[in-house]
């Protein structure tokens, strides 16, 4: 019973915070928040010669220069521009104080069971029966554990319960369709122009997708699991490749979204 009754209350509260995704339309692209995954002593995945929240950092900053040099009078925001740890309610609470337009993830995968899984992955937020998808976003969710008082910031929410990921995926987003279009955008770019490996566009229930006002995605760069493709995200030059193939879907969408006005 008592399971019962909280996972109403968890139901209620998300439908009642859920109603500000309704408050404005996707309709323009004046901000962008750029997120380095992870961050201070949550290193995130660790390969064999780096970690994930170095990686995502760097590549992070690049995709925030392209697109303050070559998309006029676009800001970027950074949730961190050094090795400072974010929470996760926090990285979507900048987003959502500085109005921004659009939230952009950025991290590096892994799958220790299969060293040779590569490639790109963009996630937006939904229910996957992926066993896989689901894999990720626990892994993604379980930064609250780092956190103070993450049972009260969290209001319950468990990454490893598969009923708080059913109840988190129920809310309708208002930016769904867009959060979809940058999405393919992305993975595009990354199959086509960076010629990297993309797997695909993915649904998965992300808390930092979910709180977030305004078209999210999370971007999973490489898996660091494959000692190829982890030598790779560390190779300045594709860092570059992978941060311009981010910067030009972004270019593309906000083109895309002003031909609508």
């Not at 995968?109 to 963009?122: D, L, M, R, S, Y």
């Amino acid at each position: 019973m008592k399971r019962i009754i909280s996972i109403t209350a968890l139901t209620a509260i998300i439908l009642l915070s859920s109603f500000h995704t309704l408050e404005k339309k996707s309709s323009k692209v004046d901000k962008v928040v750029i997120d380095a995954g992870h961050g201070g002593h949550d290193t995130g995945t660790i390969g064999s010669i780096s970690r994930e929240k170095d990686v995502a950092l760097k590549i992070a900053l690049k995709v925030g220069h392209y697109i303050e040099e070559r998309i006029p009078g676009v800001e970027v925001i950074y949730t961190r521009d050094n090795d400072t740890f974010v929470e996760l309610h926090g990285r979507a609470y900048i987003a959502n104080k500085n109005g921004a337009d659009l939230f952009i993830s950025i991290h590096c995968n892994a799958f220790p069971k299969n060293p040779a899984v590569q490639g790109t992955e963009t996630y937006v937020m939904g229910l996957s029966k992926a066993e896989r998808n689901l894999e990720v976003a626990k892994k993604e969710n379980s930064v609250i554990y780092l956190e103070e008082d993450y049972q009260q910031k969290y209001q319950g929410f468990d990454p490893n319960s598969p009923e708080s990921l059913i109840l988190l995926s129920l809310e309708q987003h208002a930016y769904q369709e867009n959060s979809l279009l940058l999405a393919a955008n992305i993975e595009n770019q990354f199959k086509n122009r960076a010629g990297r490996r993309s797997r695909g566009v993915k649904t998965a229930p992300f808390w930092v997708l979910w709180d977030t006002a305004m078209p999210s995605v999370l971007v999973e760069t490489g898996y660091l699991s494959n000692p190829k493709e982890e030598k790779d995200l560390n190779d300045p030059l594709l860092q570059d490749y992978i941060a311009s193939a981010i910067f030009r879907a972004v270019r593309d969408y906000k083109k895309e979204i002003d031909s609508r006005n």
